[in-house]
Nanobody, 115 residues
Framework: QVHLVESGGGLVQDGGSLRLSCAAS????????MGWYRRAPGNQRELVAR???????TYVDSVKGRFTISRDNAKNTVYLQMNSLKPEDTAVYYC?????????WGQGTQVTVSS
């Protein structure tokens, strides 16, 4: 059974921090690279951070140096530590495999950064 449950979002001020968590089904987590995606109002969903099964990470330029993705393979959980948040980071954040292999998405977690 496939599931993705994101948590940890909230409202923070410009420059603040949040840590997102995503619990994934073992069938997904053990096989695939995982990533954090976000969808801002009026925009398409974009991949912002990716982590391989071995722990290699990549980031979109707009978050490099501010966001850190990590994974706990024993807990089937992927994290996104977000520091120095900016208003343009406001979005719903989702986790999923990279690339996305199914149409399934979790409910996401809302991140709102006020200026």
């Amino acid at each position: 059974q496939v599931h993705l449950v994101e948590s940890g979002g909230g409202l923070v001020q410009d420059g603040g921090s949040l840590r997102l968590s995503c619990a994934a089904s073992a069938s997904m987590f053990s096989v695939y690279d995982m990533g954090w995606y976000r969808r801002a109002p009026g925009n398409q969903r974009e991949l912002v951070a990716r982590i391989s099964r071995g722990g290699t990470t990549t980031y979109v330029d707009s978050v490099k140096g501010r966001f850190t993705i990590s994974r706990d393979n024993a807990k089937n959980t992927v994290y996104l530590q977000m520091n120095s948040l900016k208003p343009e980071d406001t979005a719903v954040y989702y986790c999923n495999t990279v690339p996305v292999y199914s149409t399934y998405w979790g409910q996401g977690t809302q991140v709102t950064v006020s200026s």
